[in-house]
């Protein structure tokens, strides 16, 4: 089984930053693509960011230039560096990422609990 475990959810004005991080652990082979998603309250849940075990990203428009992802493989950790905050950041961000456990085994999509931002205008 493998825990996604995220901090650093907060209340921040606009124009603020925050620096999500999310730590995987478990039993775990390799991680492959780690992301973030975000949920606002009455809406579905949302890409914000998403980087491979290559190290190569993608990011949601209404956020490149404000949010980088980036990843320790020594600590099985992403983050996600929010700059520039808008009220329409704030959401329940998730944490995501495609474990495989053992070695010649599929991987497996694991979700965090959630960590809330809240931005105020």
């Known amino acids: 089984q493998v825990q996604l475990v995220e901090s650093g959810g907060a209340l921040v004005q606009a124009g603020g930053s925050l620096r999500l991080s999310c730590a995987a652990s478990g039993s775990i082979f390799r991680i492959n693509a780690m992301g973030w998603y975000r949920q606002a309250p009455g809406n579905q849940r949302e890409l914000v960011a998403r980087?491979?075990?290559?190290?190569?990203?993608n990011y949601a428009a209404s956020v490149k230039g404000r949010f980088t992802i980036s990843r320790d493989n020594a600590k099985n950790t992403v983050y996600l560096q929010m700059n520039s905050l808008k009220p329409e950041d704030t959401a329940v961000y998730y944490c995501n990422a495609n474990v495989i456990a053992r070695i010649y085994t599929p991987g497996q999509d694991y979700w965090g609990q959630g960590t809330q931002v809240t931005v105020s205008s």
């Open positions: 980087i491979d075990n290559g190290a190569r990203t």
